[in-house]
């Protein structure tokens, strides 16, 4: 398959976060047909490190659903609980630390427009998976990380070259695993990339630094039911206690010296008009330009869960379940970028450091483990016309983006094994 046709095939199958069977197990053995090595499941990540794993049952459904689809059955045996990362190792005989690139594989909870105008409908290539969809241009990540796989076994270049297809980056649920395992530690250099974030095709930023800190929490409120005509005062309700919450964690005063984002995205509870709510769910999320305001806005959120609880007899209990990270990108790696991307044939503007929103990321966890030890990082953005926003249902992006992608890795690469 060439870039393109491997991108519509990961639209067409998308898979969410630590349920990604058959897009890892098309990686790994893409990887392996290539000469890399390649280290897959528990061996490129720390299970028990992940957030937000999946129930049992998603990961059973999501693995026998892979299973049909063609993926490897022993690859997939490997995989098994939702271990879901891949490590692509370039063996070079000179003994430098390892450049990396980073590639995200996940999708989204979203059910994919099939308006006319859409052109993965229209084209035939849109989501089959049902509720699940690729809105955020991670099967184009994936497709060109593979891609630039080619690449690289073809140049069979001296440097040791490591190819990181991470699972669960949406909600900030599985870079830390894959840092925990050491997968970083001896990576020279770090390369991430996102496409899209409203530049138009052909723009380059070299780097981005003002990610956005994140904590992505679930909170279960447990109370009792009751007749809700015949005996109110003996429930407690975990509907009311969970709204009570809501509101005042939305009621929290911004912090003035920096941008802070709070959002509750989910609220579920009750069961029946006529029993008082002896169960509720909120997932809400928590963000500031610094991980120090993150963790405040994180304790106040707490103290309201808990007062709400108090108010209304309910007991409550906060799991969080993703994280991201600061991070800035290092000059060096921004315009080096920046200089390779002006020798790719479409590349026709150019900025060293972007000031794109792109929000959060836990690439970042990547970024700074490099740094701390010794290393270089940067997340470089690629524009790509978007006919609707990130996260959309009628997201996509412009696949003219993905060779020119594809070379500018190649380039890149190229240039820091010469170095």
Known sequence: MNVIEQRRDFHRYPEQGFLEFRTASIVAQTLKKLGF???????????????????????TKAYHQALKQGADPLLLKRMQGGN??????????????????????????????????????????ASCMTGSMHACGHDGHTAIGLTFAEKIAEAAPSQTIKLIFQPAEEGGRGAVSMVEKGILDDVRHLFCLHLGLNLPLGEVHGGISNFLATSKLKVIFKGIPSH??????????????????LLNIHALPRFSGEKTRINVGVLEGGTAANIIPAYAQMILETRAESWEVNEELKKRVEKI????????????????????????????????????AKKVQGFTKFQLESNSNLGSEDATFMMRRVQEYGGKATYMIIGSPLPAPHHHHRFDIDEKVLPMSVELLTRIAKSVCNH
């Open 228 to 245: 809700a005509g015949a005996s109110p005062e003996k429930g407690a309700n975990a509907l009311l206690a969970a709204s009570t919450a």
């Open 305 to 340: 869960i808990v007062g709400s609880g108090a108010m209304h007899g309910v007991q409550t209990k906060m799991e969080v379940i993703g994280e991201a990270t600061t991070a800035a990108s290092n000059p060096e790696l921004m315009e080096l970028v920046v200089e390779e």
């Open 84 to 125: 879901t990362a891949v490590v692509g190792i370039w063996r070079g005989g000179e003994q430098k630390s390892p450049i990396a690139f980073r590639f995200d594989m996940d999708a989204l909870p979203i059910k994919e427009s099939e308006e006319e105008g859409h052109l993965p409908f229209k084209e035939g290539y």
């Open 37 to 59: 090595e390649v280290l897959c499941g528990k061996e490129a990540m720390v299970p028990e490190a992940r957030f937000g794993v999946p129930q049992e049952e998603q990961l």
